[in-house]
C-alpha cells in the first residue's frame, strides 16, 4: 500500500509539472505572437470581410491579374507561392488571397461552405481594389473553389491554372478518406499551445519544407516560420475539411465549367494518398473546350520545385488565351 500512495504522489507530481510546463508554453506563445505581429505586419492590406480581416497581398503592374488560391492547411500562402508567383510580375498583376484562418487574416468561426469561402474571396478583391476577369491560379484543394466560381461567375474567370487542383470527383467518386477526428485535433492543439516552437531544425523543415528552398530570402525564411507558428491548422481550418465532401459534391452537381481554358499542372507523387489523383484531374481537364495538362514526378508543391517551367508554361498558355 505504501509503494501505491509513493507511485500516486509521483504520477500526481507528474501530472502537474505536465500542467505547469503546458500553461507556460501557451504564456510564452502568446507573449511570442503579440511581438512577432509587430515585427512582421502584414505586407499586402487587410480588409474587413464581415466580422473578419482577411489579407491580400498584390504586385506587379500588368492588365491581366492572376489571383492565387491556397491549398489546405497552407500557413503562409504569400511565401509558399512566392517562388512561382515572383516569375509572373513582370508580365502580369499578382493577387494572393489568404483565406480566414490563413497567413495574415484573421479566424472565422463562420461556415466554410464553398459559397461563403468564395463570396469572402470575391469581396476581399474588390475591397482591395483588384478587378476582374481574373485568371485563377488555384492549388490542391481550392481548386474547388475556383472551379465553382467559374461555373457560378463565368464573366469573372478568363482562365483557371491549376497546381494540382483538387476537382469534385477526387472526393466524391474515389476512396478518399477524411483525415482522423483526434489526429487533427492533437495537432491543432499543439500548434494552439505553442509546442511547434519546440520543435528540431529538420521536424521543422519536414513540416515547411520551403524553409530549405534557395528561392527565398532569409528574411522570407524568417517571416514563413513565424506564419507557420500563428497558422498552423487554424480552427477555421479545421473547419474547412468538415465540408470538403459537401462542397465537392455541390461542385460536381453543377457539371464541367467547359468554356474556360484551364491548363493542369499535375504530380504523379501522391496516389499513396488519393489513389488515382493524376487520372482524375488529368481527365477532368481534358473535358474542357480549351484545356491542357502537364505531367510531373515530384510533390504535391509543384510550384516549389517546378516554378520555372511552370512560369515560362503560363505565359505562354495566357498569350495563346488573349490572342484567341
Known sequence: MEILKIFGKIVLFGGGLVVVLLLLSTLYHTYKLRNEAKEYPAPGELVQINNNKMHVYSEGQGNITLVFMSG??????????????????DEYRIAVVEKSGYGWSETSSGSRDIDTMLEETRKALKLSGEDGPYVLVPHSMSGLEAIYWAQKYPDEVKAIIGIDPATPDVYVNSSFELPPKGELYFMFLISRIGLSRFMGRAELEKNVPLLKSEELSNEDKEKLKVIFYKSSLTKTMLNEVKYIQKNARKVKTNGIPINIPMYFFITEGIVNIIPNWSEKLSEYVSEINFGKFKLFDCSHYIHHEKSDIIANDIKSFLKEIYRN
Open 72 to 89: 489546405f492547411g497552407t500557413s503562409s500562402p504569400i511565401i509558399d507561392f512566392k517562388p512561382l508567383w515572383k516569375r509572373m510580375t
